[in-house]
Every structure is written in C-alpha cells, then in structure tokens.
C-alpha cells in the first residue's frame, strides 16, 4: 500500500468510529437526560423556541395588568 491509501484507510477507520464508537454513545447519553419533546428538536431550533417560549410570558404579563387595570376603571365592559 501507498501512502496515500493508507491515509485514506485510516479517515476511513476515524470516521467509522466516530459515527459507531465513543462519539455515538456520548451523544445517546446526552439525549437520554432529556425530555422526550427535545429530543425530536434540532438544536437551532431549540434556542428559537425557548426565546419564544420567554418573550410570551413576558408579553403576558405586561398586557394583563392593563386589562385589569382597564376593567377596573370601567373603560372595558
């Protein structure tokens, strides 16, 4: 063998293990500690989901003040 099919030989092996071996079961425990909702989840769009998830409560919160206040006053009903 050459050089160059040896080099390709062991990317080969490197990136077999990395898909089958140490990589592989690192990932599987990381996933197990979590919910089964993130799971399903791509992690681009986990990152949008709990900005939305904060920015809704936030929003919540600084509307229904208003409306009690509204309803309060008489000027809504």
């Known amino acids: 063998m ?3 099919e040896e080099i390709i030989d062991k ?5 077999d293990l990395k898909e ?3 990589n592989g079961k690192e ?4 996933d197990e500690s979590e919910p ?3 799971k399903k989840l791509k992690r681009k769009y986990r990152l949008m989901l709990t900005f939305l998830f ?3 409560i936030i929003l919540i919160f600084m509307i229904l ?3 009690i206040g ?3 006053q008489g000027l809504w009903w």
Do not use: C, D, Y
């Open 2 to 4: 050459s050089v160059k």
């Open 11 to 15: 990317t080969i092996v490197i990136k």
């Open 20 to 22: 089958n071996g140490i």
């Open 27 to 30: 990932q599987k425990l990381e």
């Open 36 to 38: 089964r909702f993130f």
């Open 54 to 56: 904060f920015l809704s």
């Open 65 to 67: 003040p208003m409306v």
């Open 70 to 72: 509204a309803i309060a």
